[in-house]
């Protein structure tokens, strides 16, 4: 079976503006296409994504999960000790992070985060109108997540732009890039210093790793890449899924409707809307060895795009994809990866869009767009810069 070429390029300005007018041209040329513009071979179909991210020992992380090469091209920054390490290593990494970031810490804290979610859910009532990127996606993230992992509180306003370098860097090196690493320099250099032991508070997730690294389960030069790790995936994600999740619910209001008539399904609301718009929208993996895709090969030494927010809306395998269905069985999306890498934070991510939406519920009869919602281009993320809502009282 020979492969499809296509000459769009999947980083360029056009496709990140609105990345579901292409994606049917993706996963309609073929289970696996080649991307001329990129020199890589990209796969859209749900099956396809699920597969290779489940061989895990075909398609390896080692070799970077961005467009560049790690083999070939110096990584941007010290390669990501969970996301971007293939087993043995990672095995290892990720089982002691996963004790570090636990469910019986979150449920610690799930009483202070509620009360954090109804204070600022009052503050909007109050206003009726409100910007829900600025306004509640930004905010809430912010004040918990940099608390639990007990961080300095001297310089968090790099926290947002250090994300933001970060996913650019998965991607080619184009004008986007070029935007967020023009400026990266202190702000890559306050990340280092805040995930340092000495500058860490106790009883946090930074401290818990360092504690791993007391134990021997990882040197001190581990322990403070594994606490980047958190401050890199842990921010810009959450805030572009509740803002999503707010877009949601503001673009199908019967969908609010239930909510309010189940409060139960606020639990699986976060997974449906990160399959109907995913936040992490690209990943990549390298070919290990010619690998066989449905019947397709792709030789060793390749770079693969996975495009997971297309194969999260594939009427292969989705009934009317694109509707934001909360009551829908979303299990399989690959809105939070799928496989040995799957997002680590996932419960960090639940907990602040539930606890979001238990604080709304009871108070929000109904939320309407009032205004046209601006995007924030990036090499990785579908984010948002401004969503202007409105909302009607309870
Ligand atoms: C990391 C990292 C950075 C960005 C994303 C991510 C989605 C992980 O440094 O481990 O996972």
């Not at 936040?279 to 060895?289: D, L, M, S």
């Not at 030494?301 to 009427?315: E, H, I, S, T």
Request: glycine residues 6%; hydrophobic residues 45%.
């Amino acid at each position: 079976m020979t492969i499809p070429t296509l000459t769009l390029d999947p980083f360029d300005e056009a496709f990140l503006a609105d990345p579901y007018a292409h994606h049917d041209a993706l996963r309609d040329a073929g289970p696996v296409v080649w991307l001329e513009a990129r020199q890589c071979f990209g796969i859209a179909r749900h099956g396809e994504v699920q597969a290779v991210l489940k061989d895990h020992e075909t398609f390896v992380s080692g070799r970077g999960v961005g467009l560049a090469d790690f083999s070939k091209e110096e990584p941007w920054r010290p390669p990501s000790l969970l996301l971007e390490t293939d087993p043995p290593v990672h095995d290892r990494t990720r089982g002691l992070m996963n004790k570090v970031a636990t469910l019986a810490s979150l449920k610690e804290v799930r009483p202070s985060w509620l009360k954090k979610a109804e204070a600022l859910a009052d503050e909007l009532i109050a206003r009726r109108s409100f910007d829900a990127v600025t306004d509640l996606a930004e905010i809430f993230p912010l004040s918990v997540f940099p608390d639990l992992i007990g961080l300095m509180d001297e310089g968090r306003e790099h926290l947002l732009p250090y994300g933001m370098a970060t996913f650019n860097a998965f991607g080619p090196r184009n004008a986007l890039f070029e935007s967020t690493n023009a400026t990266a320099a202190p702000t890559i250099a306050w990340v280092a210093k805040a995930c340092e032991r000495a500058n860490l508070k106790p009883g946090g997730w930074g401290m818990a790793t360092y504690a791993a690294a007391d134990c021997g389960e990882c040197t001190e030069e581990e322990a403070a890449r594994l606490v980047r790790s958190f401050l890199s995936a842990g921010l810009d994600t959450t805030v572009n899924g509740i803002g999503h999740l707010m877009l949601a619910f503001a673009t199908f209001p019967d969908q609010w409707d239930k909510l309010r008539a189940r409060p139960e399904l606020a639990k699986r609301a976060l997974d449906e809307s990160l399959r109907w718009d995913s936040t992490a929208q690209t990943f990549f993996r390298t070919t290990a060895c010619d690998a066989d895709v449905n019947g397709v090969t792709i030789p060793e030494g390749a770079k693969v795009v996975l495009f997971l927010g297309a194969a999260n809306r594939d009427p292969r395998k989705w009934d009317r994809p694109e509707l934001f269905n909360i009551e829908r069985a979303t299990s399989g999306h690959v809105g939070l990866g799928f496989g040995i890498h799957q997002c680590l934070g996932q419960m960090v991510a639940r907990l602040e869009s539930e606890v979001l939406l238990e604080a709304l519920i009871p108070r929000v009869s109904t939320f309407r767009i009032s205004g046209n919602p601006v995007r924030r281009l990036n090499n990785t993320l579908h984010a948002l810069k401004s969503l202007p809502l409105e909302l009607i009282p309870a």
